[in-house]
């Protein structure tokens, strides 16, 4: 079982965003809606992913608020 979970990992994409109104409390930078897409690898295989929508910040990447 532990070496199961060295093996799985999951990869987070950013399809498409555009700006949006607000900035990010991390960095203060302007933060964008964006269409993300999570896929969980298994020996770098992904075998399972989803899609969702988040306010990201596109300066530092931080997840603001996410559509879940
Ligand atoms: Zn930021």
């Known amino acids: 079982m532990v070496c199961f979970c060295f093996l799985v990992d999951q990869k987070r994409m950013v399809r498409r ?7 990010c409390s991390r960095c203060g930078r302007g933060a964008s809606v ?20 988040a306010i990201i910040c596109s ?4 997840v603001l608020k996410s559509y879940r």
């Open 17 to 23: 965003c555009k700006p949006v109104a607000g900035s």
């Open 59 to 62: 300066f530092c990447g931080a």
């Open 34 to 53: 964006a269409e993300m897409r999570t896929s969980t690898r298994f020996c770098y295989i992904p075998f399972y992913w989803k899609s969702w929508k």
